[in-house]
């Protein structure tokens, strides 16, 4: 199972949408129907999770949503860029105390500036869309030990992933040969040899 959406409580939805627009995330869709249900939603850039909001998509109060995380490997340019797209950011800040990331921006337990040693999950920016739901920045440039899957496997073009069949099939016939008969289950062979190539 993936998260795929989630659902941003806004009281203004083209409001809510120029300013999703402004920071560069990618427009997915804007569905209106007869019985005044909207759907807007927005991919950040290098997200497998968008971000919906519009009418009738949530009962939450706007701007009730707080600590959405985006990831980010570099802090520094990250609140960077959204300071040059006009989005008001705070002051990256370390945690000094468990849980300061999810207290209001001057809480104690916030250090100036990012972690010290710039370990990852360690650096912290906030900033809010226009109803006030509060985006947590955090710096992640190695994940914990199991934390998420092996980079996904996928080819560029019909003819990249045309050669990896070929490969793969190369490999199978000498793995029959091996067995010295045919390989029922050469789909799940391939499909092993595939990924394991595309991991080396």
Known sequence: MKIEAVAVPVSDVDRSKAFYTDLGWRLDADFAFDNGFRIVQFTPPGSPCSVQFGVNVTVAPPGSARGLYLVVSDIVAAHDELAARGVKVGEVFHMEAPGAQFQPEGSPGRGAGPEPERGSYGSFATFADPD???????????????????????YASVDELRQALERAAAAHGEHEKSLGRRDDDWPEWYAAYMVAERSD
């Open 132 to 154: 006030g739901n509060v985006w947590l920045l955090q710096e992640v440039t190695t994940r914990l030990p199991g934390r998420v899957d092996g980079a996904p496997t996928s």
